[in-house]
């Protein structure tokens, strides 16, 4: 059963960056597409970035656009996301997702979600000043 460890979150001014690590020690990330997806406090779950291992190419929901960079590092089974410019609103718990090679990235950022195979447990962001 593989799993999935998120690290990385911690408290930041307006403005500052952040780099999330999604561990996933036994799975292979080159069959697998990840999902980043965020809480905030009292608000339902968000998609925020796809990697897609069917296409190779990346998503972003538009909030997060020019900000925040998904990457892949399959020699260390690992997908991290830079975030940058971060703003309160991007305060939330973070946390990452596997679904199969073939899942579609909007489809799964948009809330379609039953395809996905494996959770992380998240870790939590929290932008202030």
């Known amino acids: 059963q593989a799993q999935l460890v998120e690290s990385g979150g911690g408290l930041v001014q307006p403005g500052g960056s952040l780099r999330l690590s999604c561990a996933a020690p036994?799975?292979?990330?080159?069959?697998?597409?990840i999902v980043w997806f965020r809480q905030a406090p009292g608000k339902e779950r968000e998609g925020v970035s796809c990697?897609?291992?069917?296409?190779?190419?990346?998503y972003y929901t538009d909030s997060v656009k020019g900000r925040f960079t998904i990457s892949r590092d399959s020699a260390k089974s690992t997908v991290y996301l830079e975030m940058n410019s971060l703003r309160p609103e991007d305060t939330g718990t973070y946390s990452c997702?596997?679904?199969?090679?073939?899942?579609?990235?909007?489809?799964?950022?948009?809330?379609?979600?039953?395809?996905?195979?494996?959770w992380g447990q998240g870790t939590q962001v929290t932008v202030a000043s």
């Open positions: 997702a596997a679904g199969p090679s073939w899942l579609f990235c909007w489809s799964a950022l948009t809330g379609a979600t039953d395809d996905i195979d494996y």
């Open positions: 036994g799975l292979a990330l080159d069959d697998h597409t």
């Open positions: 990697f897609s291992s069917g296409d190779g190419l990346t």
